[in-house]
């Protein structure tokens, strides 16, 4: 009998902050499919106790778009230590050019305790 294995299910994530870091993520599991320079506009870089982006007319945030698998991403956020981040969609450009794309960016929620 032929069986087809189903692709894992990934989703593009813009990281703003120590996930950039492919080693770091490799280290956690995960093996992202690829990375490209990006950036958002209308939100800026916060560090505080975590990074965050927060929406600021006029600003830009520098991350990287990166490919992953849905579940390894879920397993990367159930982490304590970052838990209280919560996905919004966030429009990124690619550093190579070409159009604008609307991607999911973690972003720290601070209504969590």
């Known amino acids: 009998m032929n069986e087809r294995r189903a692709s894992p299910r990934t989703a593009d994530v813009f990281f703003y902050g120590l996930f950039m870091d492919q080693e770091l993520l490799r280290s956690k599991g995960l093996v992202p499919r ?6 958002a506009d209308g939100v800026e870089l916060v560090i505080g106790q975590r990074a965050a982006l927060a929406p600021r007319q006029g ?4 991350g990287v778009l990166m490919s992953l698998e849905i579940e390894g991403l879920k397993r990367l956020y159930a982490d304590p230590a970052v838990s209280a981040y ?3 969609t966030v429009q990124v450009h690619l550093g190579r050019g070409g159009n604008p794309h609307q991607e999911p960016g973690a972003v720290w929620d601070r209504t969590q305790p």
């Open 59 to 62: 600003a830009r945030a520098y």
């Open 86 to 88: 919560r996905p919004e």
């Open 34 to 39: 690829r990375a490209e320079v990006a950036w």
